[in-house]
């Protein structure tokens, strides 16, 4: 199933771009692909574009600070070519790449107060079905955050409460994929120290080992 960037499925978020892009109008504010080759062995799956990363740039953690600490994590562990997130315009960097990972949100348009309802995370639900089913066997899947987690769960037709949310935690899923969970690497999670730079590389680090990278 291919994103339709013109999706509109969700009225209350379709309505919320058409006033986002009015205020913005040199933004995305359309739904954000996934980025990264599809079918690779790491899929990092998100909650939303962020109003000014995401919905901005077109490309997921982009453009606010939870990006930044994301792809200076996955570069340094081998996962993405560069530490920039933007280029000197401000805009997507065209030179940074991904190593055997794609990124993913949970819900692919940007919702008011960076809350999406619980129907719309079960309509957007679809497109992660997809994103799991192309993993290959052994692949790592980290959450970032208690409703991507729930959303991997949805995907996968597994009851919450056999697979609970803890950071750090690691799950064995029936599609021979292993669930690695982590805070979301949002400003708020790091200012609050509830995730430091090391709780989340260790993550990743982790994942790395999993899969001998």
Do not use: W
Request: with cysteine.
């Amino acid at each position: 199933m291919t994103l339709a960037l013109n999706c509109r499925q969700c009225p209350r978020l379709a309505t919320f771009l058409d006033e986002v892009k009015t205020v913005h109008p040199d933004y995305f504010a359309l739904p954000v692909p996934s980025f990264g080759a599809s079918g690779t062995p790491f899929l990092i799956v998100g909650l939303a574009p962020g109003m000014h990363g995401a919905n901005r740039t077109g490309r997921p953690f982009t453009g606010d600070y939870a990006g930044n600490l994301l792809y200076g994590s996955l570069h340094k562990f081998g996962f993405a070519t560069s530490a920039d997130p933007l280029d000197m315009a401000n805009n997507a960097n065209p030179e940074l790449g991904l190593k055997d990972c794609r990124i993913t949100n949970a819900v692919r348009c940007l919702p008011p107060q960076n809350k999406p309802e619980p129907g719309e995370i079960k309509q957007c639900n679809s497109y992660l079905v997809q994103e799991l089913t192309m993993l290959p066997h052994g692949a790592a899947v980290m959450a970032l955050g208690t409703i991507a987690h729930q959303a991997v769960m949805m995907a996968l037709q597994l009851r919450k409460t056999d697979f609970a949310f803890k950071h750090g935690a690691q799950h064995s899923l029936p599609n021979g994929a292993t669930l690695f969970d982590s805070y979301h690497c949002s400003r708020y999670n790091t200012q609050t120290k509830r995730l430091t730079t090391q709780m989340f590389e260790d993550v990743i680090a982790s994942i790395a080992a999993h899969l001998e990278y």
